[in-house]
């Protein structure tokens, strides 16, 4: 697999970024957070981890990302 697209920064290099994490997270703290970027990237991270890496996506992968999501494509990972 080639990572090479793939930009991972320290979360708090990002400056004043609002993270949010889903509704449906649980109160343990295994969270994903996400936040918008102003060049319209959108930055992931561990909630646990809040000044660790970032992973930074463009919109179209978080689409594609939600998308296969919503249609059950990851199921099989969790089962």
Do not use: Q
């Amino acid at each position: 697999m080639d990572d090479s697209h793939i930009r991972a920064v320290a979360a708090d290099a990002l400056g004043l970024v609002t993270w949010r994490k889903s509704r449906a997270s649980n109160p343990s703290g295994d969270c994903v957070e996400l936040a918008g970027l102003d060049d319209g990237g959108v930055a992931v991270r561990n909630s646990r981890d809040p000044r660790g890496p970032a992973l930074i996506f463009t919109r179209a992968e978080i689409a594609a990302f939600l998308r296969g999501a919503k249609d059950d494509e990851f199921d099989d990972l969790i089962a």
